[in-house]
């Protein structure tokens, strides 16, 4: 682990993945590199370390990118999602006399960005190679209030959890190579296929009508979000006007081949689901790349999807 560590801050362009150190500690810039990464929560339910599993609920991982974050839970109550919730949001670092006192963490609920949980006593710990994340953890608000079907209470409490090791490409990552370029969080700009689907016709309503009778309280995707992590997640989003999450897909990507032009994506449950695609361009800003031979019940068809870098 030493000798990975010191190749990175040699060599990567990416956020330092091994930083370690007591967040109460640190100042904001500090703070954000020791909570960067993917913290596999589940690992810890059948271990010694601290974990939550109740009333059906669990969390699976927290991951924190540069600027937002991913919470996910495994929710039995939340048949329409498979029983998998995600809440993504911005995370804010509170500072008292420029030391960290504890992350907030947002996100959008009707039209609003709200604070919904708070995260103190922030410590990371190297042993033997593994880093090691323990923290406390309180909701804000009542989490059934956004829809989520857990209890607040017994959800709350005494962390702690592995470290995800971050991709192989994040220890050579320098500003050039397309490992660095993709990373980060895009907006969808444009969209094609093999069968005539352009970006005009990509989002429509069909999901706000049953029966052919529209539902008043349905709010239709207008645009939708891609973040891609170093850690290899991935979570494609699409969002009604208010910026709620209308639907979201949360899986694992790598590349394909050295030369980084092609990327594999896995999700669904069990991550049953593989698509492969071929980058078509990259540069810091946008991204396009084409998945090919999609099947769906409508047949197989090429996907062409153009982001932008979100600001």
């Known amino acids: 682990m030493s000798d990975q560590s010191e190749t990175a801050e040699i060599v990567s362009a990416i956020t330092e993945v091994n930083a ?21 929560l589940n690992s810890s339910i059948n ?26 839970i495994s929710a039995p109550g939340s048949i329409e999602t498979g029983g998998v919730v995600a809440i993504y949001g911005n995370y804010e ?12 963490l947002k996100t959008f609920y009707d039209g609003t960005e709200i604070d919904i949980a708070e995260i103190t006593d922030i410590e990371v710990v190297e ?15 009542d989490i059934e209030s956004i829809g989520i079907p857990c209890n607040n209470e017994e959800m709350e409490g005494d962390f702690s ?56 309280d349905c709010s239709p995707a207008t645009s939708a979000k891609l973040v891609i992590s170093t850690f290899g997640t ?13 639907s979201v897909a949360i899986g694992n990507w790598d590349w394909g081949n050295a030369e980084q ?33 999609v099947e769906d019940e409508d047949g197989t068809r090429n996907e062409t999807y153009t982001f932008v870098k979100a600001d």
């Open 93 to 104: 670092l509170i500072e008292v006399d420029e030391k960290v006192t504890k992350v907030i």
């Open 20 to 40: 370690t150190g007591k967040v109460s500690e640190q100042n904001a810039e500090q703070a954000k590199k020791t909570i960067f990464g993917k913290w596999n």
């Open 161 to 216: 959890a592995d470290k995800e090791p971050a991709m192989e490409e994040t220890l050579t990552a320098d500003t050039s190579t397309n490992h660095y370029k993709i990373v980060g969080t895009w907006n969808l700009s444009n969209y094609s296929d093999s069968e005539g689907g352009s970006f005009s016709s990509y989002f429509d309503d069909d999901e706000c009508y049953e029966d052919g009778v529209l539902d008043p």
């Open 127 to 141: 042993t033997d190679g593994q880093l090691d994340i323990s923290f406390s953890y309180g909701f804000i608000i």
């Open 47 to 72: 271990s010694s370390k601290t974990g939550k599993k109740i009333d059906g609920c669990s969390y699976n991982f927290i991951e924190f990118t540069e600027n937002d974050y991913l919470l996910n």
């Open 261 to 293: 032009t092609e990327f594999t994506v896995t999700g669904g449950p069990g991550n049953t689901i593989v698509n492969s695609a071929t980058v078509d361009s990259i540069t810091d800003t946008q991204i396009s790349f084409t998945f090919i031979n």
């Open 234 to 246: 991935y979570i494609y989003m699409e969002l009604a006007a208010d910026e709620n999450i209308v």
